[in-house]
C-alpha cells in the first residue's frame, strides 16, 4: 500500500502534538525548582528567642512570610533561661536562639537540638537611664556610689544579668539593686516607668526604646560582650521552614536587619 505524502504530513504533524502534551504533563507534574520547593513551606513554626531578639526577629519574621505566602512565624520571646527550661521540658518549639552559648548548653545537653548551634550576632551592655539622664551617670562606677540611686538589673541566671555581674567583677565592684529582673525587658521598662534611675541592659534593648530612655555606654562591657547561638531543634514540626528561616536569620539580609537592630556581627 502506498501512503500518500498528505497522510504522511498529517501523522507527523499528530506524533509532535503527543510530544509536546506528554512534555507538559512532565513539567507541571511537579517541579524541583528551589522556587517551587520555597512556595511549598506554608507551614507555621515557633521560635524561642532571647527578649532581646524582638525588634531585629519580629521583622525577619515578617520578610519570611512575604517570602513564603501561606507559612507563619510564632514567636516566643523571653529570658533565655526561662525558654531553655520549656524546652527541655518538652514545650513545642522549632528554632531556639539564646543570649549566651551558656544558655543554649541547657537545650544541647538535654539532647533537643540538631545540629551544632552557630553564632550568628553578639551584643553589647549598656546603661539605660530616663531621659535626660536625671542622675547624671557616666560610669559603672557611678550605678555604686551615687548616694539613693535605684538600679535594675537582670537576674543573674540570664545572660544579660551573667554579662552585667562579669563587667562589675571585672572592675572590682559590688552592686545591690532595687530588683532584678527575668529578662531584659523587664528590666527596660524599669527604666521606662521611672521606677529605677537606671538599669544595666543591652545597647540594642536602649536603641529599641529611642526617645523612652538614654544610654550611657561604659568600657567595661567590651569584657562581657555575648554570643548569640541558633539552632534547629531536635522535635520540630516543620524542619524544612526552620532551617529556611535559620538561614535567613544568617543571611545578608538577616545580618543587615539585626545590624540596624544594634547587634555587632560575630
Not at 525548582?33 to 521583622?59: H, N, Q
Amino acid at each position: 500500500m502506498i501512503r500518500s505524502p498528505r497522510r504522511r504530513a498529517l501523522r507527523g504533524v499528530a506524533a509532535g502534538a503527543l510530544a509536546l502534551l506528554a512534555l507538559s504533563a512532565c513539567s507541571s507534574g511537579g517541579s524541583s525548582s528551589p522556587g517551587a520547593s520555597a512556595d511549598r513551606m506554608t507551614g507555621e513554626i515557633t521560635v524561642y528567642a532571647a527578649a532581646s531578639l524582638k525588634e531585629g526577629f519580629t521583622a525577619l519574621g515578617k520578610e519570611f512570610e512575604k517570602a513564603h505566602p501561606g507559612s507563619h512565624v510564632e514567636f516566643s520571646f523571653g529570658g533565655s533561661d526561662t525558654l531553655a527550661a520549656s524546652i527541655t521540658a518538652g514545650a513545642p518549639a522549632d528554632v531556639f536562639a539564646a543570649a549566651s552559648p551558656k544558655t543554649m548548653k541547657t537545650v544541647t545537653d538535654a539532647g533537643d537540638a540538631t545540629g551544632t548551634p552557630v553564632v550568628f550576632v553578639r551584643n553589647q551592655l549598656e546603661i539605660a537611664v530616663p531621659p535626660g539622664n536625671p542622675r547624671r551617670i557616666s560610669t559603672l562606677r557611678d550605678l555604686t556610689t551615687t548616694s539613693g540611686l535605684k538600679v535594675a538589673l537582670c537576674a543573674k541566671e540570664v545572660p544579660c544579668g551573667a554579662a552585667a555581674q562579669k563587667a562589675l567583677d571585672a572592675a572590682g565592684l559590688k552592686l545591690t539593686p532595687v530588683s532584678y529582673e527575668q529578662d531584659v525587658k523587664g528590666a527596660l521598662t524599669k527604666v521606662e516607668l521611672k521606677e529605677v534611675d537606671a538599669a544595666v541592659v543591652y545597647q540594642t534593648d536602649v536603641r529599641a526604646a529611642a526617645g523612652k530612655v538614654d544610654g550611657v555606654r561604659f568600657p567595661e562591657s567590651a569584657g562581657a560582650v555575648n554570643d548569640y547561638p541558633i539552632v534547629l531543634l531536635k522535635h520540630s514540626s516543620e524542619p524544612e521552614e526552620a532551617r529556611a528561616f535559620i538561614a535567613l536569620v544568617r543571611s545578608a539580609e538577616g545580618r543587615k536587619v539585626l545590624s540596624r537592630a544594634g547587634f555587632l556581627n560575630p
